[in-house]
């Protein structure tokens, strides 16, 4: 990826992403998960395209007469930490930062 499109998708991640640990399995310890959420199936296209790993899933739309379709695109273990240290350094809302500092160093 260009540092272009590393701040691009750290701008993505700072305003619709989730940086967090999770429990994918009852008898594992939390792993780490970076997912974005977004109507715009297109753009978590590129992400995926750009990063060569992770999945989307369709997110179920109960009411479809009122809100538009949702995905979600999710990087999960190795593939989580290998896409923070890429874009960490244009990560901007702190909290964010926060985190990925912190999966980073400590986990």
Request: proline share 4%; net charge positive; with cysteine.
């Amino acid at each position: 990826m260009t540092p272009e499109e590393k701040a691009y998708i750290a701008g993505i991640v700072d305003g619709e992403g989730s940086i967090m640990l999770i429990k994918f399995h009852r008898n594992q310890f939390p792993a780490p998960c970076l997912s974005i959420s977004s109507t715009t199936l297109e753009l978590l296209d590129w992400i995926k395209l750009k990063t060569g790993m992770g999945t989307i899933t369709h997110k179920k739309n109960y009411n479809s007469e009122k809100y538009k379709e949702s995905y979600s695109y999710v990087l999960k273990y190795d593939n989580a930490i290998s896409l923070l240290k890429s874009i960490e350094p244009y990560l901007i809302i702190e909290s964010k930062r926060k985190r990925a500092l912190l999966l980073l160093t400590e986990y």
